[in-house]
């Protein structure tokens, strides 16, 4: 099998970091640098690998020596883990092993920000682990509290915006009976409305459309008896998200939420004051948010959205026409 060209370049880097003068600890700088080069910008999986390569390579060095650059080495190599594409457990697993050696050291020894940043990526691999029933969805917003200490919306409004999105999506992930079903949907839409008390549409643009796209989603699938309001608030968050979401800036994030306001206006009459007249024209704008979704998810290759959207269209297609008739 030829070697790719990153392989390459990783195996001509070690080569050149061994025969350099520089001390340990500026060889083990290096290799961290080099893997997170790695690790920003893969162009294919493999890049990720090396990556993973590098930081393992990095944190045999460290020894019992380097404890921060260890711990630095394992956090790196987690947060590649997480990034490569695995329909299996396996490398989350690796990762959370990685977090959770680390963390003590970084508690010790490493900035507040660094140790945040840790937090909030456990908290991600802990989330994504639920499903496979290697973790509890406790246990994940627990940790990205922890991250909230140092991620307040004052000095990180990014940071903060994605932990209470990540803390509302984990309480609708929450395993509870039927009839307990409203607490949790309640808790996620209470943990949206918090985040949006402090990210603005003019400070923080994207992250107000992620939380107020998120947090139509939590209103549409509310389960209570007032499925109308419940419709009516996740449009008015739909559009609150359109405000910044566009075809020619975000064309994905724009046809999700597109897609997801379609979702709404299908189950809402024309007029809320007049139920019993029906919905046509509020199914004939959803048939048009989906066409243009479906267009959009095509064109950058999102096959699996572009294949459900066909779906809904066929759907609503054939509601029009009884409708109609």
């Not at 209570?224 to 979401?245: G, H, P, T």
């Amino acid at each position: 099998m030829t070697p790719s060209i990153t392989d390459l370049v990783v195996t001509a880097a070690i080569a050149a970091i061994a025969s350099e003068s520089a001390t340990t600890e500026e060889k083990i700088q290096m290799l961290i640098e080099m893997a997170l080069g790695f690790q920003k910008k893969p162009q294919t999986a493999k890049d990720l690998r090396n990556a993973v390569s590098l930081y393992y390579r990095a944190y045999q060095m460290c020894g019992e020596d380097y404890p921060l650059l260890k711990a630095k080495s394992q956090v790196g190599m987690a947060g590649t883990l997480q990034r490569i594409p695995d329909v299996g457990p396996q490398l989350l697993l690796q990762a959370k092993a990685g977090y959770e050696e680390a963390l003590p050291i970084l508690q010790q020894l490493a900035s507040p920000t660094e140790l945040a940043e840790a937090q909030m990526n456990l908290g991600l691999v802990l989330q994504s682990l639920v499903p496979f029933n290697l973790a509890r969805i406790v246990d994940s917003i627990k940790v990205y509290h922890q991250a909230l200490r140092v991620f307040t919306w004052q000095d990180y409004p990014q940071e903060y915006a994605i932990l209470y999105n990540n803390i509302a999506i984990a309480y609708l992930s929450m395993p509870l009976a039927s009839e307990r079903e409203y607490l949790r949907q309640g808790l996620a839409i209470q943990t949206f409305e918090v985040a949006l008390k402090h990210i603005t549409l003019i400070d923080h643009p994207r992250e107000y459309a992620m939380l107020q796209n998120n947090l139509g989603n939590a209103w549409q699938y509310l389960v209570n008896a007032n499925s109308l309001e419940n419709n009516l608030r996740a449009i008015a968050a739909y559009d609150e998200a359109l405000k910044v979401r566009n075809p020619k800036d975000m064309p994905l994030e724009y046809a999700n939420t597109i897609s997801n306001k379609a979702n709404a206006l299908c189950n809402l009459p024309d007029d809320p004051q007049k139920p019993e007249v029906g919905n046509l024209q509020n199914l004939l704008q959803a048939s048009a948010y989906y066409q243009e979704a479906w267009e959009l998810f095509t064109q950058h290759q999102q096959l699996e959205q572009a294949q459900l959207l066909a779906q809904a269209i066929q759907q609503i297609v054939a509601d029009i026409t009884n409708k109609e008739n």
